[in-house]
């Protein structure tokens, strides 16, 4: 089931999203950091993680194999050394977050946003990456092969010393801004959508 | 709010609905194709469902709208006033009506079609064909394409980074992130893929 859920702080008057799981925005939570530490037990135990607002959140080294995440934000959210491998994402946004080492192999991602990301030596491999907005996303040293690109879209992204060996970019929206180093060996790149003559619209 | 996102195979697009949970009512924007999960969402639910809203009169984005009202009786909101022999009510640029417990902005973004529609609900804008994730929508004339850039411009963009966009077809995105990276928006960028296009401004 895909879906977003707003959760507002409940102080009176913001206008910011609930942190953590809290009812508070991080402004207004008196222990955002422990908070933080709670949030992430919380998942562990459950193995889901429903509506929940990551945002501006830093996680290090922590493993979250094959939870489920749904409608859950991650804005400007800090992750190194994170497992999410066999997770899987519907609806979850991470927009300008930063991600180093962090594992999402074996991920079944479905409608999900990467706008403006820094993601650095991570792996995607043997992902279903569907419908997932990668535009403006800075990806060095990273590797996605063997996933299945459909419908994602890499417009303006810098893409450097990675990886989209035996890809399938059906539908594909494939326009980086900067492209050094990038293997697409096996991959039906030919397929992907990479001049705006030929968009989908 | 609860959001609940399809994906169409017929036209490739994309039909959300919008469920309260406070009012147990739910809108549907966009039918592009209404199948039995969609139904079951609904139904399971007990969702009250009140309201259609079409972006544009465009089939790929509201096939599904003769289906849907021989299930349910909603009102149907639309820039037209009729679509497929069903009676629309008529929303003009910066309407602001209610239905299933939230207030909903209609904004009137010409270009793409001529009764383009975003409708904005609570941190989601729903934009159809107007604005997508890297792109915005096709034109088939400078002129409309001066328009539609100017809409954007204007009427969209400067709703908050964090504001949510569901477009029409392809995957979610922000308007942090469109700012900074929409090809469409990016008039130099366009002009050095293609010196004679004239399909973005």
Known sequence: MDMYRKLPCSIEGCAETAFAGTPYCRNHHPAPLEATKSLVDAILADRNAINVDFADVSIVAADFSRIRFIGCRFKKATFSHVMFTGASFRLCFFDAASLDSCDFSGVDMDFCSFGDVDIFDCSFENSELIHVNFNGSRIKESTFSSSNLYDSRFILSELENSRFDDCDFKRAYYMPQKEKAVSTANSNIAEAVKDLEHLYL | ?201
């Open chain 2, 1 to 201: 709010m609860k959001l609940y996102q399809h994906y169409s195979i017929y036209g490739f697009s994309n039909a959300y609905i919008v469920a309260n949970e406070a009012t147990s009512a739910a809108i549907i924007v966009d039918p592009a194709e209404i199948n039995t999960t969609m139904i079951e969402q609904i139904e399971h639910k007990a969702y009250s469902l009140k309201a259609i809203l079409i972006t544009h009169n465009h089939i790929h984005h509201c096939r599904g709208l003769k289906t849907l009202m021989r299930i349910y009786s909603p009102v149907v909101y639309a820039s037209n006033t009729k679509i497929f022999d069903v009676a629309c009510k008529k929303v003009r640029d910066q309407d602001i009506f209610g239905e299933a417990g939230f207030s909903i902005k209609a904004i009137a973004v010409p270009g793409h079609s001529q009764d383009s529609i975003v409708y904005k609900i609570e941190s989601c804008l729903f934009t159809g064909d107007a604005l997508h994730a890297g792109v915005i929508g096709r034109t088939t004339s400078s002129f409309n394409a001066h328009a539609l850039y100017e809409r954007l411009e204007s009427k969209v963009l400067g709703y908050d980074d964090d504001t949510m966009i569901f477009p029409g077809h392809g995957p979610p995105s922000t308007i942090g992130t469109e700012k900074k990276f929409n090809l469409g928006l990016k008039a130099d960028y366009a002009e050095m893929l293609h010196q004679s296009y004239d399909f973005f401004v």
